[in-house]
């Protein structure tokens, strides 16, 4: 795993619990690359025999950049958070962010199937799971953002069942589900929409994970909405989908998120 900085992330742990569980022969350690010089250290890393890797902030973008082909996914997320070397030599890069949400939204119960989704945010967490979540069945997807410019050039780039706006005009409808994909849990804040908003929430997921529920959850849960969760389940699960992309083995994801979770709570 290529990340800067690399000191609090749990992947090492994930991925070796996925390998022992599995049985498989796997080396995963975290890579700290300059900011500058991720393009250099991905090819020290084949150059001592590394085949695949995940990449985290701030080298998604860059990987995308490197990979010799991209799934769709990935291209639509124009991030890259796995990497890996075909048999022909060439690099592919793959992005199971999406895919690891959309597995976290179905063990958590929520109804994918005509959801109308409200995202909140408009960076690199909220571009990469717009497509994974069109594919899982959802009706709509409203993109909000602080700065609205940000939320219509991604609500731009999907068909016309993904729409944007800023936070004071986001459409009255349903939403049944509303993800929180802005970096404001990071300072202890909230994206500032509308209580109405979550009248029909059925869940409000935050893509971060913390020892305590972040402020838009606990705001969630106080203005009546049933079910929250945060990000750690989507971690998990998006390893889980990287895993079977190098060893075509798919992981139990539940096992290793509650090891996770009782090692939080410490
Ligand atoms: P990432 O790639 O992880 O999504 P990013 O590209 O830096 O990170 O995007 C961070 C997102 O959080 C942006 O949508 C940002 O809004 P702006 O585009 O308006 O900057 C949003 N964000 C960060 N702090 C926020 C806050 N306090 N309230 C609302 N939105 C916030």
């Known amino acids: 795993m290529f990340g800067n900085p690399i000191g609090h992330s749990k992947s090492p742990m994930i991925h070796r619990s996925f390998a022992e569980q599995t049985q498989q022969d796997l080396s995963y350690e975290a890579i700290l690359a300059p900011v500058d010089g991720f393009a250099e250290a991905w090819q020290q890393f084949v150059a001592t025999g590394g085949k695949g890797a995940n990449v985290t902030v701030p080298f998604k973008e860059v990987a995308f950049r490197l990979a010799d082909h991209c799934t769709l996914r990935a291209m639509q997320a124009q991030a890259v958070n ?42 690199g967490a909220c571009r990469g799971v717009i497509g994974p979540l069109l594919t899982a069945g959802v009706a709509v997807v409203h993109v909000a953002n602080r700065s609205v410019d940000k939320a219509l050039l991604v609500a731009g780039d999907f068909n016309a069942q993904v729409s944007g706006s800023g936070f004071a005009d986001i459409p009255k ?59 750690l389940g989507m971690l ?13 083995i798919t992981p139990a994801v539940t096992p290793v998120l509650n090891k996770l979770q009782e090692l939080m709570q410490q």
């Open 236 to 248: 998990v699960s998006q390893a889980a989908e990287s895993f079977q992309i190098w060893r075509g």
């Open 173 to 231: 409808q349903p939403w049944t589900l509303v993800i929180n994909a802005t970096s404001a849990g990071l300072h202890g804040s909230r994206p500032d929409i509308d209580e109405s908003h979550l009248s029909h929430c059925e869940l409000a997921y935050d893509m971060l994970y913390g020892t305590e529920p972040t402020a838009f959850l606990m705001w969630a849960q106080q203005s009546g909405v049933k079910c929250i969760a945060d990000g």
């Open 82 to 123: 796995t990497l890996y070397i075909e048999e022909d030599g060439r690099l592919v890069g793959d992005n199971t962010d999406g895919a690891g949400l959309v597995a976290d939204l179905i063990r958590l119960g929520a109804s994918l199937e005509g959801a109308k989704v409200l995202i909140l945010g408009a960076g």
